[in-house]
Each structure stands twice: as C-alpha cells, then as structure tokens.
C-alpha cells in the first residue's frame, strides 16, 4: 500500500513538474535564439522532406516556430534580405524592407 502511495505521489510530482522543466526560449540573448534557429531548421527541412519524419524532426520544427515568432515578435529579428536565394539570407532588423519572415 505504501509503494502505490509513493508511485502515485511520485506521478502527481513529475506531472505537475513538466512545465517548469521545458526549456523557455526567451532567456537567451538575440544571437543565441539566432543560432538556435539555424540548428533547429536543418532538422525541421529533413521532416518537411521526409515521407515518415521522426518524433525528433518534428519536434525541430515546433522549436523552430517558437524560437522564430520570439525573434519576430518580441526581438524585432526577421528572415531576409528576400531578393537573395535562401543560402545567402541571414537574421537582420525586420523594420529593414529586405527583411521578411522565414519562409520554408
């Protein structure tokens, strides 16, 4: 009875303390998030391409969204310039008119 007491305990504790363990983007500095990005959208693009992507891409492509709509949204960091071909496009002020969001 006292080890389905703790289990039960146990579970109630880790459930409650998942939240606080995922990782909260909005710590890191602009260039951190940056990099991040570009790390995750490697593994995003083999998802997107792949017939059965993994658990692990699609997760890469849910990180990569929030960490993109922070750098948009709370960074003023957008995807550009959008006259050049993706592999020459870099992060730059999305008040800058090159500037656009980064599309797949």
Same mark, same amino acid.
């Given at each position: 009875m006292m080890k389905k007491l703790f289990f039960l305990s146990l579970s109630f504790f880790l459930c409650a303390a +998942?939240?606080? /363990?995922s990782f909260n983007y909005e710590e890191l500095?602009?260039?951190q998030l940056e990099k991040k990005a570009l790390d995750l959208a490697s593994d995003c693009i083999v998802a997107i391409q792949s017939e059965k992507p993994t658990k692990h891409d699609k997760k890469a492509c849910k990180e990569f969204d929030k960490i993109n709509a922070i750098l948009k949204e709370q960074r +003023?960091?957008?995807w550009g310039p #959008?006259?050049? /071909? #993706?592999a020459e496009k870099h992060w730059l002020p999305c008040s800058d008119p090159k500037s656009e969001n980064?599309?797949?």
């Open positions: +998942s939240p606080a /363990i500095q602009t260039d +003023s960091v957008c #959008n006259d050049v /071909i #993706n980064f599309q797949w």
